[in-house]
């Protein structure tokens, strides 16, 4: 599966609303310097949700990654690259 | 050659578990009361344990409370801080998480666990509230309960007033979050349910409260009475004293 970093964030964004559907305006604003828990309000728990829901999505598996792993959009899409290459 | 399994050890839990057991009873007498008779089914195969943390000694109320399962209970990374803590925690099967960055690692070993049939207990409230007020839940515990499809079972500790006073532990029906919500909830579905099962350990709380009462009835009316009493006899007193001549 080869997907470019737009597309990697659109699906991003859809996972994120789907999970969040109060904050539909500011995933869809953001962009990848968006930070995750100051600017989305992601709790540990909401992180731990969206990478759940990020490997069944992009079928991949996360290290022991937590809250702190990822603090901003850009850094999920790095990771994300780096495991579908 | 025989392939060694990986497995911790029971042994070190359940020689604790039986040698700590006839002074715990002694010392805490405890009481189970179930809230109904759904409630009153014992709790087989994996499941979440959620319980009020109003005192450190809650995890040992929580063994007796459901005394026929081994607890594992999910433990923040500053209770092992020393090599002492950690030899107990890491012997009574206690799952070390980091609070502030809640990872994958932690959260799949509990799903893991709780796959395999065995009890996770926790503590939702996150901290130990030191009264009897019911705090705000954390959602964790209904996304692992929804990753496993695994059911949740509410307990109520009873705060003991006094020390000789008996333990009562409350114990709700199970409550299975996966057969109320859709196959992919958002994070307010799981807000809500982790404010429905708040609502539930309140219910178990009003149940504790009322055991009390119903205790001490009698006597508060008979006191009553008493000082009712002691105060018509002080103020006849205090009449006869205005009446009688200096």
């Given amino acids: 599966m080869q997907l470019s970093r737009k597309e990697i964030l659109e699906k991003l964004q859809d996972i994120m609303i789907s999970i969040n559907d109060n904050d539909r305006e500011r995933i869809e604003a953001c962009t990848e310097q968006t930070r995750l828990v100051e600017d989305l309000g992601l709790t540990s728990v909401g992180m731990l949700y969206l990478v759940i829901v990020l490997e069944e999505s992009f079928r991949i598996k996360f290290e022991d990654v937590g809250a702190a792993t990822f603090s901003t959009v850009a850094k999920v899409i790095d990771y994300i690259e780096e495991k579908i290459k | ?246």
């Fill in chain 2, 1 to 246: 050659m025989k392939k060694r399994k990986n497995k911790k050890s029971y042994f070190f839990y359940d020689f604790v578990k039986i040698t700590a057991a006839i002074p715990g009873l002694l010392w805490f007498r405890p009481k189970r009361i179930y809230a109904s008779e759904a409630a009153k089914q014992r709790i087989r195969g994996g499941a979440l344990l959620i319980a009020n943390h109003s005192s450190n000694i809650d995890p040992i109320i929580l063994m007796f409370g459901i005394y026929y399962r081994r607890h594992h209970f999910i433990a923040t990374k500053e209770l092992f801080d020393t090599r002492f803590k950690r030899f107990w925690f890491e012997n009574f099967h206690c799952i070390e998480i980091d609070r502030e960055n809640f990872g994958m690692g932690s959260f799949r070993s509990i799903i893991d666990m709780l796959k395999a049939d065995k009890l996770i207990s926790m503590f939702p409230e996150g901290h130990v509230t030191n009264n009897e007020e019911v705090q705000k839940f954390k959602s964790g515990m209904v996304l692992m309960a929804v990753s496993s499809g695994k059911p949740i079972v509410p307990v109520y500790i009873k705060v003991r007033k006094r020390f000789w006073q008996r333990q009562y532990v409350i114990i709700g029906e199970p409550i299975n979050p996966t057969a109320m919500l859709q196959k992919m909830p958002t994070l307010s579905d799981m807000d809500r349910v982790a404010e429905l099962l708040r609502e539930k350990e309140k219910e178990l709380k009003e149940i504790a409260d009322s055991i009390g009462l119903k205790k001490r009835k009698k006597p508060i009316v008979k006191n009553d009475a008493n000082k009712k009493s002691s105060i018509h006899k002080e103020s006849q007193q205090d009449e006869i004293r205005d009446k009688t001549p200096v």
